[in-house]
Structures are given as C-alpha cells and as structure tokens.
C-alpha cells in the first residue's frame, strides 16, 4: 500500500512540474520532455490508482484515517490538474 501512496505522490508531484513549465503560456518547448514521455504515463497511473483506492476507501467505509483515502485525495488532485492541462492544450488549438 505505501507503493501506491509514493507512486500518487511522484504523479503529483510530476503533474505539478508539468504545469510550472510555462505550458499554460504556449511555451511547448520547454515541456516536449514532459509532454511526450512522462505525462501519458502519469495520466494512466493517477486514474488507476484513483479507482484502486476509491474501491480500497469504500471497503473501509471512507475512514479517513487510512492510507487508501490520502491515496484518493491525492489522485483526485492529480486528475483535476490533468483536466486542466487537458482544456488548456484543446483551447491553444
């Protein structure tokens, strides 16, 4: 379980990278590394593990005490900074 926490905090932490690269200002050369290696992975990672441990929290209850729900709101940030990144790359189109 500490494995899924670590790896939801490194998509974090990578998704929050991505996002300080000056890809909001169109600036796509200073993120191509991020755009198109890490950030595919990151996306299918974060909601994996989302649904993981959305099942795991559900299991206990939602106690909020336990790992699987840090592991839930930590990969619901994720994918809220990935919608964003996602509507900001569809509206510079």
């Not at 709101?73 to 900074?81: A, C, D, P, R, T």
């Amino acid at each position: 379980m500490k494995k899924r926490l670590i790896l939801s905090i490194i998509a974090l932490i990578y998704i929050i990278i991505y996002k300080f690269t000056n890809f909001d200002t169109n600036d796509i050369g200073s993120a191509t590394i991020l755009i198109c290696v890490g950030l595919p992975f990151f996306v299918l990672v974060s909601i994996l593990l989302f649904i993981i441990s959305f099942y795991n929290s559900y299991k206990e209850k939602f106690n909020v005490n336990s790992v699987h729900f840090n592991t839930l709101f930590i990969n619901l940030i994720s994918i809220i900074l990935i919608l964003n990144v996602y509507c900001v790359f569809k509206s510079s189109l």
